[in-house]
Antibody
Framework: QLLQSGGGLVQPGGSLRLSCAAS????????MSWVRQAPGKGLEWVSG????????YYADSVKGRFTISRDNSENMLSLQMNSLRAEDTAVYYC???????????WGQGTTVTVSS | IVMTQTPVSLSVTPGQPASISCKSS???????????LYWYLQKPGQSPKLLIY???RRFSGVSERVSGSGSGTDFTLTISRVEAEDVGVYYC?????????FGPGTRVDFK
């Protein structure tokens, strides 16, 4: 199970941190990813991190602004989002996998709104 | 990598088959033999769910009515007899070339 938290309303240029608490599986064995969906739009892969946390990958649209991280001792995945823009407004999903494999379990999603 | 899907939307008669095409701008075949093409279904108001991985492997719990095929750059998702639970938006996704990318989606509903 993946339980997400941390969404909300933020002004352009602001920061937000999303969290994804994992349970029911050996978190440290799996790569993890973030995927987002802008209002009325399709899915966009945002970022992924390998199981040990040594390699992180990003979409071009967020590179340099977002940072993915994980704490395998706490079974927690995070996405630190800085310099937020209106186009980052979306529902953000965390998911198991997504780094050279399918995403087989998804969180419930958390809404991020970037607006003044 | 650009992923394209056709059709954009599909209205089907319950019990009839449905087919969605997905094309990638580059081959998704990995050196080791795996092809990183996945299919997801997002039902209204829900998180997406994995249906098919590596072109044709059905994920746990997915109906046998759902199947995937294809190779290289051309792929197809087929539902043999569409039922109510199949309504939603279907996305293909490539997981070989960073950044990973989704197709634009195909909306399936009933006539």
């Amino acid at each position: 199970q993946l339980l997400q938290s941390g969404g909300g309303l933020v002004q352009p240029g602001g920061s937000l941190r999303l969290s994804c608490a994992a349970s029911g599986f050996t978190f440290s064995d799996y790569a993890m990813s973030w995927v987002r969906q802008a209002p009325g739009k399709g899915l966009e892969w945002v970022s992924g991190i390998t199981a040990p946390g040594g390699s992180m990958y990003y979409a071009d649209s967020v590179k340099g602004r977002f940072t993915i991280s994980r704490d395998n001792s706490e079974n927690m995945l995070s996405l630190q989002m800085n310099s937020l823009r209106a186009e980052d407004t979306a529902v953000y999903y965390c998911a198991i996998g997504g780094v050279y494999r399918g995403m087989d379990v998804w969180g419930q999603g958390t809404t991020v709104t970037v607006s003044s | 990598i650009v992923m394209t899907q056709t059709p954009v939307s599909l209205s089907v008669t319950p019990g009839q088959p449905a087919s969605i095409s997905c094309k990638s701008s580059q081959s998704l075949l990995q050196n080791g033999g795996k092809t990183h093409l996945y299919w997801y279904l997002q039902k209204p108001g829900q998180s997406p769910k994995l249906l098919i991985y590596e072109v044709s492997r059905r994920f746990s719990g997915v109906s046998e009515r759902v199947s995937g095929s294809g190779s290289g750059t051309d792929f197809t998702l087929t539902i043999s007899r569409v039922e109510a639970e199949d309504v939603g938006v279907y996305y293909c996704m490539q997981g070989k070339h960073l950044p990973f990318t989704f197709g634009p989606g195909t909306r399936v509903d009933f006539k």
